[in-house]
């Protein structure tokens, strides 16, 4: 029952409330004006190369919120809204997706998603490229699953050569 409560927006997840204390208590934080030289930050695939982001639960640290605040504030002068349905966990890059309406479209989250994930399919079906519904990002996104899913299989062949198992 808390699951389809979860599904149809009703109840929010338990770990959103510890997520936006975090935010909130690492957005208060200063930062290290040579932070851009020392860590490798970056906002689009979302990832740092701090100690502090590999140690987190929710894989954010104090230059990714400070960035992801400054970007937001360019758009939209209140900058980031902690809203859960704003919010998207995705299981790979980018790991924390925020853009209202939009973020929906970007990760396909089964926990929280799961009857909207087939009429995204649906509605983004792979046809030929001169036909109308054709859908380029679709497309290259496809191309890129498949290439890692290729690469996965490869590794996995040479552990099981190795015995490896």
């Not at 009703?10 to 290290?32: E, G, T, V, Y």
């Not at 290259?140 to 899913?149: E, G, P, S």
Request: glycine share 2%.
């Amino acid at each position: 029952m808390r699951y389809e409560q979860m599904r149809l927006g009703r109840i929010i997840p338990s770990w959103f409330d510890a997520f936006k204390r975090k935010w909130n208590q690492l957005a208060s934080r200063q930062i290290a004006l040579d932070a851009e030289k020392r860590y490798m930050i970056d906002l689009t695939r979302w990832v740092c190369s701090c100690t502090s982001f590999l140690n987190s639960r929710f894989l954010i640290c104090k230059h990714l919120v400070h960035r992801a605040i400054e970007k937001e504030k360019t758009h939209n002068p209140e900058g980031v809204r902690l809203v859960y349905s704003n919010f998207r966990r995705c299981t790979d890059y980018p790991f924390l997706i925020w853009d209202g309406n939009n973020s929906q479209n970007q990760c396909l989250n089964i926990d929280t998603e799961s009857s909207t994930q087939m009429d995204i399919l649906k509605t983004n079906i792979l046809v030929d490229d001169d036909s109308e519904n054709f859908n380029p990002e679709l497309y290259q996104d496809c191309k890129a699953k498949v290439a890692a899913l290729g690469r996965l299989v490869e590794h996995l062949n040479n552990e099981l050569s190795e015995n490896n198992l």
